[in-house]
Structures are given as structure tokens and as C-alpha cells.
């Protein structure tokens, strides 16, 4: 019987090539979005924790409001970097979409391909099998046929 052997083998590992890599982008990409994310929750709870201590101590006041301001102005520049990074997921996510898409039309061709090899295969088999039988019932009759020839020649003799 003749092996299957799908034709466009190396352009489907090509493609599911594209596609392994374009998902590790997205798992990178969406790293970023969650790094970004744990650092403004950090920004966020250094904010909350910063309070007032109960003294009145001017330089402390003064100290205490630039930390404030320097933490307000990281989470916002962290805020434009996450809205960046969000942007780079989802083209990302859409690459990896795309490629998948391609690769799956691959697979669904050559699942097709497999499917119709097999039936060609079975049908081939079960003619061979027919072909058998017809000569063994062939060859039965045949000798079935010379025996009644072979005893009709002994009851003229």
C-alpha cells in the first residue's frame, strides 16, 4: 500500500512555525501589560501608605508631597506605557490570530487529504479482497467442474 505523504508537509511546519512563535509574542506582550500593571498597584500602595505621621515638621511635609507628586507622575507615565502596551498585545493577539488561521486551514487540508487517502486505501483492499474470492470461488468451481468431468469419463469408460 502506498504511505500517505501530504504535499504541502513543509509550508504546514512553516505555519505552525509562524503561529508558535506569534503565541510566545502574545505571552510576551501580555507579560509587559501585567508588569506594568503590578508596578502601578505597587505606585498605588506606597500612595496609600504614605499618610500623615502627626507632626507638623515642614521639611517632612515638604518631603512627604514631592514622594506623592514623583509617585503620581510615574503611575501616569506607567498608565501611557500600559495604554502602549495593551496597543502591542492586541496587534500581537492579531498576528497570532492570523497565523493560526493559516495554519488551521493547513491542518483541515491535510485531515482532508488523510481522510480521502484512507478511503481510497480501504476501497483498493477491499478490492484486492473481492478479487481473492472471485478466484478462489473460480478455482473451486474450476475443480468442482473437472471432478464431474473426470467422473463422467470414468462412468463411459
Partial sequence: MKRFQFRLGHLLGLREQQESLAKLQVGQAARRCDEIRLQISDIQRNQRETGFNGFFDPAALYMRQAYLTRLKLK???????????????????????AARQHAEVLRKLKTRRLDEHRLDTQRLEDANLDD???AKLASDQHKEHAQISANAELARV
Fill in 75 to 97: 503611575r501616569e507615565q506607567l498608565g501611557k506605557d500600559l495604554v502602549v502596551a495593551e496597543k502591542v498585545r492586541l496587534e500581537q493577539l492579531a498576528i497570532y490570530i
Fill in 132 to 134: 481473492i474470492v472471485l
